[in-house]
């Protein structure tokens, strides 16, 4: 293997912070992000499941305000991304704990964080009014996956009042200019009505939903061929036109292009002659959109040590 070459495909989890430069085909979108946050502080990212709104969030518009690239703001921000899962208040605590926003050797930051998130709706405000973060630091609170909140409120009355405390911190602090606190929210699209749930949020979302377009053809192509030159590889013409054509119009299927080019990719880097780029040989080999998924998930199920193991798997 050439030691110069490197993967910059993620396979099904979305784009990092740190992988901006990896992340290619959504500068409109990211633009157009940007200008809504100007606007609004808080912002629901919103499409179907697979069409990238983590990544947009993550590689796209999170390091574009670390960089200053949000006008009138200047490039001192805060990141603190989440997502809710079963328990959002104590998430949230660990994420404003995880980014370093206090001393990280004070073993009493935790429950500190989550008794005030849960005794106050100013409890978000308050918690970065108290924070080791300079006046004038701006924080974006990032909330992957807002839809588990939903999910959470109908377990019952308890989850459902958590629920309703988590989403008021947000809309508090999303409200009140004391602390410059911008919330953004991704969310699948078919959970929009379930907003109606929570007084407040249909319409602070309503004013700022960005729904996630669909690529256009030559936006797919930067995202297939920008990774594979930031790499040090090469692709051929015809396998960009081959995976373009398998992925058509379903553009759900965005973590599964990147799955199959992670594949093919370090089929490619185990087989290929000098001068050979990434090509459709490599791309059959691992089984093609359709089959690289289940092909993947044969490898590792031939590769258990015990029958144990293979029982657990199935």
Known sequence: MNPDLQNPFPGLRPFRADEDYLFFGREKEIAEVLSLLRKHRLLAIVGTSGSGKSSVVRAGLVPELLG??????GSDWVAV????GGEPLENLARALADADLYDAED????????????RSSMGLVEAVQHSDLDQGTQVVVLVDQFEEVFRLSRR?????????TFVRLLLEA???????IYIVLTMRSD????CSQFRGLAEAVNAGEYLIPRFRR???QAAIEGP?????GEISFRLVQELLGDLGDDQDQLPVLQHALMRTWDCWERDHEAGEPMDLRHYRAIGGMSGALSLHADEVYASLASDDQRLWVR
């Open 107 to 118: 073993e009493d930051i935790l429950p500190q964080l989550l008794a005030g998130l849960t």
């Open 191 to 194: 959970y929009l009505g379930d």
């Open 174 to 180: 999303s409200k009140q200019r004391d602390v410059p």
């Open 156 to 164: 019952g009355l308890t989850t459902q009042d958590t629920a309703v």
């Open 81 to 84: 991304t989440m997502r809710p």
């Open 68 to 73: 200053g690239g949000m006008s009138g703001t």
């Open 218 to 220: 030559e936006e797919l």
């Open 228 to 232: 594979v030159k930031v790499g040090g």
